[in-house]
């Protein structure tokens, strides 16, 4: 079955750096697009930035030149670097894949900025 299993979230200063992890499962890793997603408190969950099957990238607009995304297809992983963190990146980040029309997601990890 399809599995997706963030890791690397916790506690960052302002103006700090995180690495985000998702591990892909159960399904041909270079043949889809990966997504990062985020969720903060009562907020809408929302996109963060693609790695497309072709090695484009994408990147909302208050993300884009602090963040970067990118993925290993060997080793079925996608990953989020995280630069210059503001409070406002807050959240639970997930990891999202769209196969036949169906999303699946991680369980999330927590990225918490804060001085």
């Known amino acids: 079955q399809v599995q997706l299993v963030e890791s690397g979230g916790g506690l960052v200063q302002p103006g700090g750096s995180l690495r985000l992890s998702c591990a892909g499962s159960?399904?041909?890793?270079?043949?889809?697009?990966m997504n990062w997603y985020r969720q903060a408190p009562g907020n809408q969950r929302e996109f963060v930035a693609t790695?497309?099957?072709?090695?484009?990238?994408g990147y909302a607009d208050s993300v884009k030149g602090r963040f970067t995304i990118s993925r290993d297809n060997a080793k079925n992983m996608v990953y989020l670097q995280m630069n210059s963190l503001k409070p406002d990146d807050t959240a639970v980040y997930f990891c999202?894949?769209?196969?036949?029309?169906?999303?699946?997601w991680g369980q999330g990890t927590q990225v918490t900025v804060s001085s």
């Open positions: 999202r894949v769209t196969i036949l029309g169906r999303d699946y």
């Open positions: 159960g399904f041909i890793f270079s043949d889809y697009n």
């Open positions: 790695a497309t099957r072709w090695g484009n990238t």
